[in-house]
Every structure is written in structure tokens, then in C-alpha cells.
């Protein structure tokens, strides 16, 4: 049974850090899959934040939160996350962990396979 379970989403004062978590189970090797951190703000299209390669060798971000978000990935405990640090209220939205079968990473929100029910980030002002 394909399951991605986020966690770690809550209530933060601007400038504050939350550390979002994604429990995989896939239906091959989770080290196979690229994984991928997207966000839907309210009344917006769901964007791409943070990708990661299989090996998590190599990342990617969206511009808003480069130098801010560092995604990784644990593969031995199918277990990917993202640490978000000096949050702004532009941040707030529903965060969702998803994975693609693919050799390299993609920052493209449709290609995903598999997508989480997602967690909810707010940042107060």
C-alpha cells in the first residue's frame, strides 16, 4: 500500500524554523524515487519548494526559499524531511511530501506519482 505521511506542521512566529518529516512507503525501494517537498498556498496553484535525488546527492529549490529550506533524505528509515528556517508569512500553505520514479529529480509539480495528504504550515506576523 503506497502511503507518504508528512509531519511536523504547526504554528510559527516569522523568522521561527519547523523541521517537516515524510514517512514513505512505496511500491519499490524507496531509494529509487526522487522525493519532492510542493506546497498549495490558499487561493494558488500548488508549487514546487525542495527536490531531492534518490542518493540525495543532489537538491533543488524554488527561489523563494533558497538559502532558507534544506531538504535531505534518510533512505534507511524511507524517510525524507525539510527543515525550513527564517519563515515569512508568504510561507504559509500546505505542505506535501511526493515521490517520482526517475534517475535524476524534478522540480516539475505535475510529474509526481505519489503525493501525501499533506500539513499545514502557519506563520504569524
Known amino acids: 500500500q503506497v502511503q507518504l505521511v508528512e509531519s511536523g506542521g504547526g504554528l510559527v512566529q516569522a523568522g521561527g524554523s519547523l523541521r517537516l518529516s515524510c514517512a514513505a512507503s512505496l511500491p519499490r525501494n524507496f531509494g529509487r524515487y526522487a522525493m519532492g517537498w510542493l506546497r498549495r498556498a490558499p487561493g494558488k496553484e500548488r508549487e514546487f519548494v525542495a527536490a531531492?535525488?534518490?542518493?540525495?546527492?543532489?537538491?533543488d529549490y524554488a527561489d523563494s526559499v533558497k538559502g532558507r529550506f534544506t531538504i535531505s533524505r534518510e533512505n534507511t528509515k524511507n524517510t525524507v524531511f525539510l527543515q525550513m528556517n527564517n519563515l515569512k508569512p508568504e510561507d504559509a500553505a500546505v505542505y506535501y511530501c511526493?515521490?517520482?520514479?526517475?534517475?535524476?529529480?524534478?522540480?516539475?509539480?505535475?510529474?509526481?506519482?505519489?503525493w501525501g495528504q499533506g500539513t499545514q504550515v502557519t506563520v504569524s506576523s
Open positions: 531531492i535525488s534518490r542518493s540525495g546527492g543532489t537538491t
Open positions: 511526493a515521490a517520482v520514479l526517475t534517475w535524476d529529480l524534478s522540480t516539475v509539480v505535475r510529474r509526481y506519482d505519489y
